[in-house]
């Protein structure tokens, strides 16, 4: 449990006060950590930084905070593929897609396209539930870390 804390206060919480620190508004900081938070939600593995970064540029969001965000949530975009891929084959109404390893490994010594063919539709449809689902997630996140951010900002203010 120390380690986690620790963790959390390394990784989000100094940046957050680093940033307050230096001129940074607590709406401006709760925009970034929950765009972050959806973004790094993506079922896509690999591209979160390169959105984030994407999406903050044009935003013209925190990146600091921004990535913090991103690599604190990992787990949860780890733990998310398989609902997003269920919810994708469920909004799509595609019949069973068998996602065990030993198939999905069979299928790409098969015939490396027909892999990419099947299980690129497959993450075509989980980025479809992302889509959906994601800004719901990161607009209770942004009403989660809002006054805790105020509060931050407070009490390095004083």
Not at 1 to 20: C, D, F, T
Not at 54 to 71: D, F, I, R
Not at 112 to 128: D, I, K, L, Q
Request: glycine share 6%.
């Amino acid at each position: 449990m120390k380690r986690i804390r620790e963790l959390w206060l390394k990784s989000l919480v100094r940046p957050l006060m680093e940033q307050l620190r230096q001129g940074s508004s607590p709406e401006a900081l709760t925009k970034s950590v929950a765009w972050g938070f959806g973004l790094a939600l993506c079922p896509l593995l690999g591209v979160t930084t390169l959105l984030c970064g994407w999406v903050g540029a044009t935003l013209k969001l925190n990146h600091v905070v921004m990535q913090s965000v991103n690599y604190l949530a990992y787990p949860v975009q780890i733990a998310l593929l398989i609902p997003f891929v269920k919810l994708g084959d469920w909004l799509y109404d595609v019949e069973y897609v068998n996602y065990s390893l030993d198939v999905i490994l069979k299928v790409f010594e098969e015939s490396p396209r027909n892999f990419f063919e099947v299980y690129g539709r497959v993450f075509f449809r989980a980025c479809s539930a992302w889509i959906l689902i994601a800004p719901i997630l990161a607009i209770i996140l942004a009403f989660i870390v809002k006054k805790p951010i105020r509060r931050l900002s407070e009490r390095i203010s004083s």
